[in-house]
């Protein structure tokens, strides 16, 4: 089975130019829900972490099985999540049962702005956890980013479409630039939207969307990241 994280659709449709159309939902189930649960999109690297209990090896990947990881990301990553740490945290679970730590390497030298978050060095943002194919709850997730001295993404609140829209549009401060190195003026890149209690499509992924201060503030010149 593959842990390679699942691709989390726009919420809107685009026009020919590849604007937002906002009386457009992507997917007809994203107007069903009321309100949605938000978290801060970061700019950075996809990064997976696997981990079973009681094996001596804990491994890296990025986004594909093929994905270069920075060896200075890398290197930050195995400081991080040694196995011994990992066996106290996840104590209580079956042995060799798999566990998916899911978050964002970030930081000086990934991606044009990381540095931004942070200009010196680099660090990981946990934003979904997967124990024997079995999603977390966000409460989960960041119950388990404390217990391994981590941060998660930054939780934003729970929000209706409409309040997301006007947020996004707002061009809001990062929290984590903020958090990590007092940078005050960078912008937020977007949001992840998903449902409590978490629901499934038909195809079986979860219903989540994501929307980027980018989809408004290059649509203006014809620009779409």
Not at 186 to 207: D, F, K, Q, W, Y
Request: charged fraction near 25%; hydrophobic fraction near 35%.
């Amino acid at each position: 089975m593959s842990t390679e994280y699942p691709k989390i659709e726009t919420v809107f449709d685009r026009d020919e130019s590849f604007n937002v159309i906002e009386n457009k939902l992507r997917l007809p189930e994203f107007n069903i829900i009321k309100t949605w649960q938000v978290t801060e999109k970061v700019d950075g690297t996809n990064i997976r972490i696997l981990y079973e209990k009681d094996c001596p090896n804990v491994e890296f990947y990025g986004r594909t099985d093929n994905a270069q990881i920075p060896s200075f990301l890398l290197k930050y990553l195995q400081q991080t999540f040694v196995a011994s740490k990992l066996n106290d945290v996840f104590a209580n679970l079956n042995q060799f049962q798999l566990v998916v730590l899911y978050g964002e390497g970030y930081g000086a030298k990934i991606q044009k702005g990381g540095g931004n978050y942070r200009p010196k060095d680099v660090s990981f943002r946990l934003f979904d956890v997967k124990i024997g194919g079995l999603w977390l709850t966000l409460e989960s997730v960041q119950d388990i980013a404390t217990k391994l001295g981590i941060k998660t993404v930054p939780y934003l609140g729970e929000y209706t479409l409409d309040n997301i829209v006007t947020l996004v549009k707002s061009e809001p401060i990062s929290i984590v630039a903020k958090e990590d190195s007092d940078n005050l003026n960078h912008i937020m890149e977007g949001v992840i939207a998903r449902t409590n209690p978490l629901l499934l499509r038909r195809n079986g992924s979860r219903l989540m969307w994501k929307l980027k201060v980018s989809d408004y503030k290059h649509a203006k010149s014809g620009i779409i990241k």
